[in-house]
């Protein structure tokens, strides 16, 4: 089958960490013998030497660089509000968007639309798919849902593009739910997203790993990554390290940048742990495998944050189950659905600095447990969340 692939994100270059799952996803498809096409916009730090087997084609809705702000998670305010400028670029991108999307469904000769993120792109994919008259689906993410229930308008268009796709996927019951009561009922897909065990691998021995990333080599590491935005709960997570029952050799590294870089290093001043809290910085997503093995325990510690939003199934998640860490996690969006509590990770109410301190007093006590849901989290990801297992399904879908 011939693919044409819209989306608002799409990695600029080797190594970067933007929305790499809809590079996963594309490339599986085509390793089941499909043929893709990839549309996305025009970003500033595009490089034209990308690493990928896929054909991407850029639109440019803005001939100034530092108005390309549609994509690659730089609409919104700091995960929260759409930018003022955003609304002014909105018809521009959609115009130059749609022409690129019919140049490229010509162009591939495809026979179906994949749109990832309702809105913008499912509107593009909606009025391709009219002109063409080839069908589209449309794969929810979480930021897209958030925006359509902040507007009205948004939200009206947003029922339209679930209401006319042929199938939508979700990663979260959240996400299904909004989609079964807002035109795709009896069209939705609950599918939980993957990681690549060929590249998320275990590694045994972490003290070069640890010695190369300038962190200590002795002692226990709980690490997470991500976004320096509310909807993380990085402080939820710095307030549970600093009360838990640790010790001089317990560090917390805390892999990301974002708006509230700060806030965070003045809260971990604040409750006298900012010698054993790490901020690294930014990690290229080519690097997020050995960060993720640096660590002895892995935090995911999403939450809703003030304005509603919140993670569908961070990917992030995934790829440390992958690497065989013990997890902890909040049960926010589609986590549940692939951590099961006890059995190969730790399931904790989002926001409860209190269920956070008692899981990692659980697994800084129980070094055997660690081990154990670490092994049982990497059978997770190879035998069922994976990539390949997820692309099977949206072909199925797609046929």
């Known amino acids: 089958m011939n ?36 549309v996305a916009p025009y970003d500033n730090a595009v490089e034209l030497d990308q690493d990928t087997r896929l054909p991407v084609h850029r639109f440019r809705y803005s001939f100034v660089d530092q108005w390309n702000i549609m994509g690659h998670a730089k609409a919104l305010e700091g995960d929260n509000t759409l930018k003022a400028g955003a609304y002014f670029l909105i018809i521009p991108y959609l115009i130059t968007g749609t022409f690129e999307l019919l140049r490229s469904t010509k162009r591939n000769r495809s026979e179906a639309i994949h749109a990832h993120w309702s809105i913008p792109n499912g509107l593009i994919g909606l009025i391709v798919s009219k002109i063409r008259r080839i069908p589209y689906i449309v794969s929810l993410h979480g930021s897209d849902i958030f925006v359509s229930k902040k507007n009205y308008l948004f939200g009206a268009i947003n029922k339209m593009v679930l209401k006319n796709a042929k199938a939508i996927t979700a990663c979260s019951q959240e996400l299904y739910g909004y989609s079964q009561a807002n035109g795709g009922s009896g069209r939705t897909h609950l599918i939980a997203w993957g990681a690549d065990p060929n590249i998320y691998i275990p590694v045994s021995d972490k003290r070069i790993l640890r010695e190369q990333a300038g962190v200590p080599k002795d002692g226990l590491i709980i690490s997470a990554l991500g976004r320096l935005v509310p ?10 390290f600093a009360k838990a029952d640790t010790t001089k050799n317990t560090y917390l590294l805390i892999g990301g940048s974002g708006p509230q870089d ?17 901020f690294p910085g930014p990690i290229a997503w080519r690097d997020t495998p050995n960060f993720l093995n640096i660590g002895d325990i892995f935090v995911l510690p999403s939450i809703r944050d003030p304005h509603g939003n919140m993670d569908g199934l961070p990917t992030v998640l995934l790829e440390a189950m992958s690497c065989g860490q013990a997890c902890i996690a909040s049960d926010i969006g589609g986590v549940h659905l692939v951590v099961k509590h006890t059995k190969n990770g730790l399931l904790v109410r989002e926001s409860s600095v209190e269920d956070l301190i008692v899981a990692l007093n659980k697994l800084i006590k129980d070094r055997k447990l660690c081990s154990e849901l670490g092994r049982a989290a990497r059978r997770s990801i190879m035998d069922t969340f994976n990539w390949d297992n997820v692309s099977v399904k949206i072909r199925e879908i797609l046929n």
């Open 231 to 240: 909807k993380k709960g990085f402080n939820v997570l710095i307030e549970a």
């Open 262 to 278: 700060t806030t965070l290093r003045r809260l971990a001043e604040n409750l006298g742990v900012t010698d054993r809290v790490i």
């Open 3 to 38: 693919i044409s692939v819209i989306c608002s994100s799409y990695p600029r270059y080797a190594g970067d960490s933007m929305a790499p799952f809809v590079r996963s996803i594309s490339e599986g498809l085509m390793n089941l013998g499909n043929r893709l096409e990839i």
